[in-house]
């Protein structure tokens, strides 16, 4: 498989640990971006190495920075967990065991100012990568590398392919597709990855569709 600068490289990021810090705050972004408020709560459950060396490698305030909306190269990064108090974010952290999780997962909890909670499950998987492996408890496969809608809706006929069907008026291509399901006619998943850009245009007709319970469009994690 060809490499690219950042492969070899790693990313701009502030240290110690491209998978620790640089990968965790990637991490704590997609759950900023997947509640859609600002949070006031974050339980976070560590799992593997997470668990084991996130004091000595930044690993809860890169998290921390993360849900606050803060790059990992920026420089605040190491002032997250202090900010948080400023900002009224509470923050509770345990060591849990997921069961078939890559040793560097974290499971973020959180909750809004309106009230609104959402659960996130992701892997900082190398160099700064990441793979999202769980929404609110059901599978998928966001790496954060691409534009991704994220649709929760009801699993019933037609709505996959209304929702296909809004990207294609528009030109958008799908580079990869997932859905996942609680049982079959109950909450549905879908997470579509898509090539070139997409706009809140898009996630707004989609939000408005029979049978769709929420949309959220991730742009590309820097």
């Known amino acids: 498989m060809p490499l690219n ?11 110690p640990s491209s998978s620790h810090t640089a990968g965790a705050a990637r991490i704590g972004l997609v759950a900023r971006r997947l509640l859609g408020d600002s949070p006031v709560r974050a339980d976070i459950g560590l799992h593997g190495s997470f668990a084991k060396t996130y004091r000595g490698h930044g ?11 803060i790059q990992p190269d920026d420089m605040r990064l190491r002032d997250s967990l202090s900010l948080a108090r400023e900002a009224g974010l509470s923050i509770r952290l345990e060591e849990v065991a997921l069961e078939d999780a890559h040793p560097n997962t974290a499971l973020i909890t959180l909750t809004g100012r309106n009230g609104h909670t959402v659960s996130v499950q992701g892997a900082s998987v190398g160099g700064g990568n990441i793979l999202i492996t769980r929404v609110n ?5 966001v790496t954060g590398q691409y534009p991704t809608l994220i649709v929760l809706h009801r699993d019933a006929p ?5 929702v296909t069907e809004e990207m294609s008026r528009r030109g958008v291509n799908i580079c990869n597709f997932r859905l996942s ?9 879908m997470t579509i990855e898509m090539d070139g850009s997409a706009d ?4 707004d007709c989609v939000q408005k569709l029979p049978n769709v319970l929420s949309s959220t469009l991730l742009t590309p994690i820097a």
């Open 158 to 162: 037609g709505t996959i392919a209304a």
């Open 5 to 15: 600068v950042f492969d070899i490289v790693g990313p701009v990021m502030v240290g």
């Open 200 to 203: 809140e245009d898009l996630n």
């Open 181 to 189: 399901r609680e049982e079959k006619g109950g909450v549905a998943v």
């Open 137 to 141: 408890g059901m599978a998928v496969e």
């Open 59 to 69: 690993t809860d305030k890169a998290l921390a920075a993360g849900i606050l909306g």
